[in-house]
């Protein structure tokens, strides 16, 4: 089992930033993919970006340039650093974590861009 705890979501204004970040615990060595998604009021999730156990990115295009996703050198903690914030970020930002047979979630941190 593989636990995702967030932390980091908030209120801020357009153009302004913030960092989430994701501790796993549990059974990490399984993990292959970490990433956030994220769920707008009456939109799909969608992926927002992932990063594999090896160190590559990706990005979906609205968050390019302006978002980056990292981990720490023990690979439990992952963050989203959000830049230049617009208000159609607004949403609920999830955790996600890919291992070989199942995937994991975390509860899910608000995020709030608004003057």
């Known amino acids: 089992q593989v636990q995702l705890v967030e932390s980091g979501g908030g209120l801020v204004q357009p153009g302004g930033s913030l960092r989430l970040s994701c501790a796993a615990s549990?059974?990490?060595?399984?993990?292959?993919?970490m990433g956030w998604y994220r769920q707008a009021p009456g939109k799909e999730r969608e992926l927002v970006a992932v990063i594999t156990s090896g160190g590559s990115t990706d990005y979906a295009d609205s968050a390019k340039g302006r978002f980056t996703i990292s981990r720490d050198n023990a690979k439990t903690t992952v963050y989203l650093q959000m830049n230049s914030l617009k208000p159609e970020d607004t949403a609920v930002y999830s955790c996600?974590?890919?291992?070989?047979?199942?995937?994991?979630w975390g509860q899910g941190t608000q995020v709030t861009v608004s003057s």
């Open positions: 549990g059974s990490i060595f399984r993990i292959n993919v």
């Open positions: 996600y974590a890919a291992a070989p047979t199942r995937s994991y």
